[in-house]
């Protein structure tokens, strides 16, 4: 089974400081590993992810995450927060075994920029 | 976005009535999902369809049911056994065996 926390339902930023939005999974094998974000009444929005490679992967709007496997992490981070992120961000994991797998999603972190 | 629309965006349904979501993709992707969202539950998985005339259920397909004729499309509907229907739908599709999702921009469905 794959599982994917979330453990901050909130995390509260100031304007131009740096942010950090918590990612734990657990899959049997290894991960694919996604962030979305949502605004309000609005789809997901693809972010970035990461299948192989490069522990550090960049993605859209300036957002990056850092695949820790000893931790079994995917952080999301941006250097330098603005308004116009707040929203709701998603963490969700595959396992990369075997045929079809469907993705987990978490429950997700609001983030509240601060100006 | 992207090229994967979702109507209406607003649907009230009585009590005891059949409703349908439309879903529409002209991405050229195989791969179609249904999802529920509630607040603080993250995404629910529905039904899944990876090629057309073919779907799975998912995790919650009790009162749901699909239709995948299309490659551009796949509908989804909500039933009257489905006991608790007020929730947030939406859609996604995926090119790659990642199975990175596109998602749609949903559609709100209120149980009157």
């Known amino acids: 089974a794959q599982s994917v926390a979330q453990p901050e339902d909130q995390v509260n930023v100031a304007e131009g400081n740096p942010l950090t939005v918590k990612c734990t999974y657990s899959?049997?094998?290894?991960?694919?590993l996604f962030w979305y974000v949502q605004y309000p009444n609005r789809g997901l929005q693809f972010l970035l992810k990461?299948?192989?490679?490069?522990?550090l992967v960049k993605g859209s709007y300036g957002f990056e995450a850092e695949f820790n496997k000893s931790q079994t992490s995917f952080h999301l981070k941006k250097p330098s927060a603005l308004v116009s992120d707040s929203a709701l961000y998603f963490c969700?994991?595959?396992?990369?075994?075997?045929?079809?797998?469907?993705?987990?999603f978490g429950t997700g972190t609001k983030l509240q920029v601060i100006p | 976005d992207g090229g994967i629309t979702q109507s209406p965006k607003y649907l009230f349904r009585k009590e005891g009535q059949n409703v349908t979501l439309s879903c529409e993709q002209n991405?050229?992707?195989?791969?179609m999902y249904w999802y529920r969202q509630d607040p603080g539950q993250g995404l629910r998985l529905i039904y899944y369809?990876?090629?057309?005339?073919?779907?799975q259920k998912g995790d919650i397909a009790e009162g749901y049911s699909v239709s995948r004729e299309k490659k551009e499309s796949f509908p989804l509907t909500v039933t009257s056994a489905q006991k608790n229907p007020t929730a947030f739908y939406l859609c996604?599709?995926?090119?790659?065996?990642?199975?990175?999702?596109?998602f749609g921009p949903g559609t709100r469905l209120t149980v009157l």
């Open positions: 991405l050229n992707h195989d791969a």
């Open positions: 996604a599709s995926s090119p790659d065996r990642a199975n990175t999702q596109y």
């Open positions: 969700a994991v595959r396992d990369a075994s075997g045929g079809y797998q469907k993705v987990t």
């Open positions: 990461y299948i192989t490679g490069d522990n």
């Open positions: 899959v049997s094998g290894n991960p694919y």
């Open positions: 369809s990876q090629i057309v005339n073919d779907f």
